[in-house]
């Protein structure tokens, strides 16, 4: 774990990059921080999370990260990094980058909107924000700290590199670490509902758009040329052929906007 600061002084404010190791963008981000060093008015912590995984290019070494803050088996490289991590964000107000298979656009996932975090994400360049609910398979958010998620864009690409960086800056704005002008926007919410199984198949392709109404009965994506049809009408989040190895995505559910401060 890298451990760098702007400012002086014990930060309530830290940025993450690097939770998966095959998601730089929020590195790329961090870098930025420090070499523009810009004028904060209050110190941030700033960690690239999990420099292993990273150096190899891979999501983790022996267990994903944001799956290990409740358990993981002892002696695996991300155990002694989660109770690493959770020490140094402990009661600290987190921006936490990562990037999708998804989609381009970025979007942010929280825990509630409680304890400040409304405000901050109302702060943010963002297409979305998806409430994950309370915290489960021991994620970032199950930590004692007000955690705020960004998928930046596209895994890999330049795209999702520049949004980080303005994300970064954005969060330090939102949280008055940084002048500057905020612009709110009431941004649409959605519920995280339930995983989509991948059935047994070679090939996947999705035909639909994250956040996006899809139709009770709607081909929502395909597996081997199979149809995979909604049983339900919901609203894909996370949505993707090749973004994990057991599910399509998640069945999300529209619930308004984002209020604003």
Same mark, same amino acid.
């Given at each position: 774990?890298?451990?760098?600061q702007?400012?002086?002084?014990?930060p309530?404010?830290?940025?993450?990059?690097a939770?998966?190791?095959?998601e730089?963008?929020?590195?790329?981000?961090i870098? $930025?921080l420090?070499?523009?060093?810009?004028?904060?008015?209050q110190?941030v912590e700033l960690? *690239?999370a999990? #420099?292993?995984?990273?150096?190899?290019?891979v999501?983790?070494?022996?267990?994903d990260?944001?799956?290990? =803050? /409740?358990y *993981?088996e002892?002696?695996?490289?991300?155990a002694?990094?989660?109770?690493?991590?959770?020490?140094r964000?402990?009661?600290?107000?987190?921006?936490?980058i990562?990037?999708? /298979?998804?989609?381009s656009?970025?979007?942010?996932?929280?825990?509630?909107?409680?304890?400040?975090?409304?405000?901050?994400v109302?702060?943010?360049s963002v297409?979305?924000?998806?409430?994950?609910? +309370? +915290?489960?398979?021991?994620r970032?958010?199950?930590?004692?700290?007000?955690v705020?998620?960004?998928?930046?864009?596209? @895994?890999?690409?330049?795209a999702a590199?520049?949004n980080a960086?303005?994300?970064a800056?954005? =969060?330090?704005?939102?949280?008055?670490?940084? /002048?500057?002008?905020?612009?709110h926007?009431?941004?649409?919410? =959605?519920?995280l509902?339930s995983?989509?199984?991948?059935?047994p198949?070679?090939?996947? #392709? *999705?035909r *639909?758009?994250? =956040?996006?109404?899809?139709?009770?009965?709607?081909?929502?994506?395909?597996?081997?040329?199979r +149809?995979?049809r909604?049983? #339900?009408?919901? $609203? +894909?989040?996370?949505?993707?052929?090749?973004?994990? /190895?057991?599910?399509?995505?998640?069945?999300? @559910?529209? @619930?308004?906007?984002?209020p604003l401060?």
């Amino acid at each position: 774990m890298r451990v760098d600061q702007l400012g002086t002084g014990e930060p309530d404010l830290a940025i993450v990059g690097a939770v998966h190791g095959d998601e730089p963008c929020g590195v790329r981000a961090i870098d $930025w921080l420090l070499e523009t060093q810009p004028p904060v008015s209050q110190p941030v912590e700033l960690i *690239v999370a999990n #420099e292993r995984a990273l150096a190899q290019g891979v999501r983790y070494v022996d267990a994903d990260l944001n799956r290990s =803050f /409740q358990y *993981v088996e002892p002696g695996a490289h991300e155990a002694d990094l989660a109770e690493q991590l959770r020490e140094r964000i402990r009661h600290k107000t987190v921006l936490s980058i990562h990037s999708t /298979q998804s989609t381009s656009d970025p979007f942010a996932i929280v825990s509630g909107l409680d304890d400040g975090v409304a405000p901050i994400v109302a702060g943010l360049s963002v297409e979305a924000v998806v409430d994950a609910g +309370p +915290p489960t398979a021991g994620r970032i958010f199950d930590t004692s700290s007000t955690v705020v998620e960004v998928e930046a864009g596209l @895994q890999g690409s330049e795209a999702a590199a520049e949004n980080a960086r303005s994300l970064a800056e954005e =969060f330090l704005i939102a949280t008055g670490a940084l /002048q500057g002008s905020v612009s709110h926007q009431a941004h649409p919410l =959605f519920e995280l509902g339930s995983a989509i199984s991948k059935p047994p198949a070679t090939d996947y #392709e *999705v035909r *639909v758009e994250n =956040f996006a109404p899809v139709d009770e009965g709607e081909v929502f994506a395909t597996a081997d040329d199979r +149809p995979i049809r909604a049983e #339900e009408a919901f $609203w +894909p989040v996370l949505l993707s052929a090749e973004g994990y /190895q057991d599910i399509l995505g998640y069945r999300g @559910q529209k @619930q308004g906007s984002v209020p604003l401060p």
